[in-house]
């Protein structure tokens, strides 16, 4: 087949007027993105599922709509990627997990629902570290992802399959989930944007939950229009997610940077990051000051307590969440057990993976009598701190900017032998989390032929200055 679309050549607003023209059909699409996912996938990994048939049946019915003279939403006949951590009815949904190999979702999450409804095309389920924990998709039970730009690199994680495959044009848009980063750090690892929304922005409802209080559902694309165009769909209020938020999105209209006031944080450039990465973070400022935006150093003093923070909360609620996954009421059970305990040690020993295991005894631990205290309830209010500091800087600034990563994407298998430094990936995204901000990294060049991402932070259910800005940085940088 000669591929009459080209991977750089189009965004939703221009497929979907090429869709109405009927200068395309949704059909010949779906081919074209099914073909470059067989052409990639030998490579990336970026597919546990892949779903040929659901992305043709509909794309069969779009085709059929629009031969009958009727509309059709701005997504159909776009081809998405969805993360395995994310319900779509009838598809395995592994969260990259052996012990769910075999689930197979009965119904939409909320947000596959909206994107059924509009016309999108699923054209798969995306890798991830198992159960959404990690940073670099070497957790999954799958095999590692690997970065388009080059493979003996990791794509980030938790959401590096959906990163990968947007950067690699095997899908035009992805869902990904963020508890820590999972969004933005595979973003910058493989240069698209990533948002992570305003906690409670998006419905949670279909997603498998690794901490409660801190996974929020998020758009990734190669430009911002795709990301905001995506976001506007999956936003709002959901009675099926008591978390979930009234909102109702609207892009914010004659933006200009010269307005604009950014904030950087001290924090965020401290011992640790690389030097290239800060002079890139220099460059994309210095631009921004050209352009007539006011930039100035911002402190956000209890920073360095959110790593810390973030991991005593997020595994306690990880040693709660993944008490269902026990072959019993959830996930595959061992084929030879005798008492109820031989079920349970078998079934989560065989089939749930070290990083897993890990962060369940670490959570429970930090949940048990004696150390509750000690450990979680100071981490709640290391919260509250942060809460307080975000709060201080957003009274002087409209947006904080910085890197979403101290590092560049580094080799497979590097940090595999020290959690530790593993964690560390996540040093300059865990903040936004705890607090339940929106945060959204934005490509800003690159050092060599490895990606560089910007992080920008702003007040919640801001996502539209996000987007402004970062549409107004991507002529920029």
Same mark, same amino acid.
């Given at each position: 087949?000669?591929?009459?679309?080209?991977?750089?050549?189009?965004?939703?607003?221009?497929?979907?007027?090429?869709?109405?023209?009927?200068?395309?059909?949704?059909?010949?699409?779906?081919?074209?993105?099914?073909?470059?996912?067989?052409?990639?996938?030998?490579?990336?990994?970026?597919?546990?599922?892949?779903?040929?048939?659901?992305?043709?049946?509909?794309?069969?019915?779009?085709?059929?709509?629009?031969? !009958?003279?009727?509309?059709?939403?701005?997504?159909?006949?776009?081809?998405?990627?969805?993360?395995?951590?994310?319900?779509?009815?009838?598809?395995?949904?592994?969260?990259?997990?052996?012990?769910?190999?075999?689930?197979?979702?009965?119904?939409?999450?909320? %947000?596959?629902?909206?994107?059924?409804?509009?016309?999108?095309?699923?054209?798969?389920?995306?890798?991830?570290?198992?159960?959404?924990?990690?940073?670099?998709?070497?957790? !999954?039970?799958?095999?590692?992802?690997?970065?388009?730009?080059?493979?003996?690199?990791?794509?980030?994680?938790?959401?590096?399959?959906?990163?990968?495959?947007?950067?690699?044009?095997?899908?035009?848009?992805?869902?990904?989930?963020?508890?820590?980063?999972?969004?933005?750090?595979?973003?910058?690892?493989?240069?698209?944007?990533?948002?992570?929304?305003?906690?409670?922005?998006?419905?949670?409802?279909?997603?498998?939950?690794?901490?409660?209080?801190?996974?929020?559902?998020?758009?990734?694309?190669?430009?911002?229009?795709?990301?905001?165009?995506?976001?506007?769909?999956?936003?709002?209020?959901?009675?099926?997610?008591?978390? !979930?938020?009234?909102?109702?999105?609207?892009?914010?209209?004659?933006?200009?940077?010269?307005?604009?006031?950014?904030? %950087?944080?001290?924090?965020?450039?401290?011992?640790?990051?690389?030097?290239?990465?800060?002079?890139?973070?220099?460059?994309?400022?210095?631009?921004?000051?050209?352009?007539?935006?006011?930039?100035?150093?911002?402190?956000?003093?209890?920073?360095?307590?959110?790593?810390?923070?973030?991991?005593?909360?997020?595994?306690?609620?990880?040693?709660?969440?993944?008490?269902?996954?026990?072959?019993?009421?959830?996930?595959?059970?061992?084929?030879?057990?005798?008492?109820?305990?031989?079920?349970?040690?078998?079934?989560?020993?065989?089939?749930?993976?070290?990083?897993?295991?890990?962060?369940?005894?670490?959570?429970?631990?930090?949940?048990?009598?004696?150390?509750?205290?000690?450990?979680?309830?100071?981490?709640?209010?290391?919260?509250?701190?942060?809460?307080?500091?975000?709060?201080?800087?957003?009274?002087?600034?409209?947006?904080?900017?910085?890197?979403?990563?101290?590092?560049?994407?580094?080799?497979?298998?590097?940090?595999?032998?020290?959690?530790?430094?593993?964690?560390?990936?996540?040093?300059?995204?865990?903040?936004?989390?705890?607090?339940?901000?929106?945060?959204?990294?934005?490509?800003?060049?690159?050092?060599?032929?490895?990606?560089?991402?910007?992080?920008?932070?702003?007040?919640?259910?801001?996502?539209?200055?996000?987007?402004?800005?970062?549409?107004?940085?991507?002529?920029?940088?």
């Amino acid at each position: 087949m000669t591929p009459r679309i080209e991977k750089e050549s189009f965004t939703i607003r221009q497929l979907h007027e090429k869709l109405v023209k009927k200068e395309v059909s949704a059909k010949e699409i779906a081919e074209e993105f099914l073909e470059r996912i067989k052409r990639e996938e030998g490579t990336l990994n970026a597919f546990i599922t892949q779903t040929p048939e659901l992305a043709l049946a509909q794309a069969k019915e779009v085709d059929e709509k629009i031969a !009958s003279g009727r509309e059709i939403p701005l997504l159909s006949g776009v081809p998405c990627a969805v993360k395995d951590s994310i319900l779509v009815e009838g598809v395995a949904c592994t969260a990259g997990s052996k012990i769910l190999q075999e689930y197979i979702a009965p119904y939409d999450a909320t %947000v596959t629902r909206k994107l059924r409804e509009q016309g999108a095309l699923f054209v798969g389920k995306t890798n991830t570290d198992e159960f959404n924990m990690g940073s670099s998709t070497e957790n !999954s039970a799958f095999g590692v992802t690997r970065n388009p730009h080059d493979p003996e690199r990791v794509a980030g994680g938790t959401s590096g399959g959906s990163a990968a495959a947007v950067a690699a044009g095997e899908a035009l848009v992805a869902l990904g989930a963020d508890t820590g980063g999972s969004i933005r750090l595979p973003a910058a690892f493989c240069g698209v944007v990533g948002l992570k929304p305003t906690y409670g922005a998006v419905s949670r409802s279909g997603l498998i939950a690794m901490a409660s209080s801190l996974d929020q559902i998020g758009s990734l694309a190669q430009r911002a229009q795709d990301a905001e165009d995506l976001f506007a769909v999956i936003c709002g209020k959901d009675e099926l997610d008591a978390t !979930s938020l009234e909102y109702e999105y609207k892009p914010l209209e004659n933006f200009a940077l010269k307005n604009l006031r950014v904030g %950087v944080a001290k924090e965020f450039f401290g011992e640790g990051l690389m030097p290239e990465i800060a002079e890139r973070m220099k460059a994309v400022l210095q631009k921004l000051e050209d352009a007539g935006a006011t930039v100035q150093e911002i402190r956000l003093p209890h920073a360095k307590y959110a790593l810390a923070a973030y991991y005593i909360i997020s595994t306690s609620e990880v040693s709660a969440n993944l008490a269902r996954f026990d072959g019993i009421r959830y996930g595959k059970r061992a084929a030879k057990i005798r008492t109820l305990l031989d079920g349970y040690l078998q079934s989560r020993g065989e089939y749930l993976g070290d990083e897993v295991k890990r962060r369940i005894m670490l959570g429970t631990y930090a949940l048990s009598a004696g150390y509750y205290e000690a450990y979680y309830l100071k981490a709640q209010k290391v919260r509250t701190l942060l809460q307080k500091d975000f709060q201080a800087a957003f009274a002087k600034v409209d947006v904080i900017m910085g890197p979403p990563s101290p590092f560049l994407p580094f080799k497979i298998g590097e940090r595999n032998e020290d959690p530790l430094a593993m964690y560390l990936v996540d040093l300059y995204t865990v903040p936004v989390n705890l607090v339940g901000l929106p945060a959204l990294s934005l490509p800003a060049g690159s050092v060599g032929n490895l990606p560089v991402g910007l992080q920008i932070i702003s007040k919640p259910l801001e996502e539209n200055l996000l987007f402004a800005v970062a549409k107004e940085l991507e002529n920029l940088v």
